[in-house]
């Protein structure tokens, strides 16, 4: 059973960066796709960001392309999403999953089969 555990969110001002970070474990993570995404309260989880288990393919939505970046490390088990210049609406729960089928860069929430628990960002304007 994989484990995904989120750390990094936190209060910034906007124009401001975080760094989140998922740490897995239980499973092989060097197999998975990884996925980050996002919910704010009173609307649906939205995708942000994928990686293949390579870490060669990436894609991300357009509301996050270029200011977010993820990126994974397979030898420390974990997928970071780097996000700079930060606006109010990126305010949400942001949430690691991981896709079993590693050579798939999904969008769906729905193909995804283990999430951790999310870490909160919140955008001061």
């Known amino acids: 059973q994989v484990q995904l555990v989120e750390s990094g969110g936190g209060l910034v001002q906007a124009g401001g960066s975080l760094r989140l970070s998922c740490v897995a474990s239980?499973?092989?993570?060097?197999?998975?796709?990884m996925g980050w995404f996002r919910q704010a309260p009173g609307k649906e989880r939205e995708f942000v960001a994928t990686?293949?288990?390579?870490?060669?393919?990436?894609y991300s939505s357009d509301s996050v392309k270029g200011r977010f970046t993820i990126s994974r490390n397979n030898a420390k088990n974990t997928v970071y999403l780097q996000m700079n210049d930060l606006k109010p609406e990126d305010t949400a729960i942001y949430y690691c999953?991981?896709?079993?089928?590693?050579?798939?860069?999904?969008?769906?929430?729905?193909?995804?089969?283990?999430w951790g628990q999310g870490t909160q960002v919140t955008v001061s304007s």
């Open positions: 999953a991981a896709d079993q089928f590693p050579g798939r860069l999904a969008v769906q929430s729905s193909l995804y089969h283990y």
């Open positions: 239980g499973g092989t993570f060097d197999y998975d796709a």
């Open positions: 990686i293949n288990r390579g870490g060669l393919r990436r």
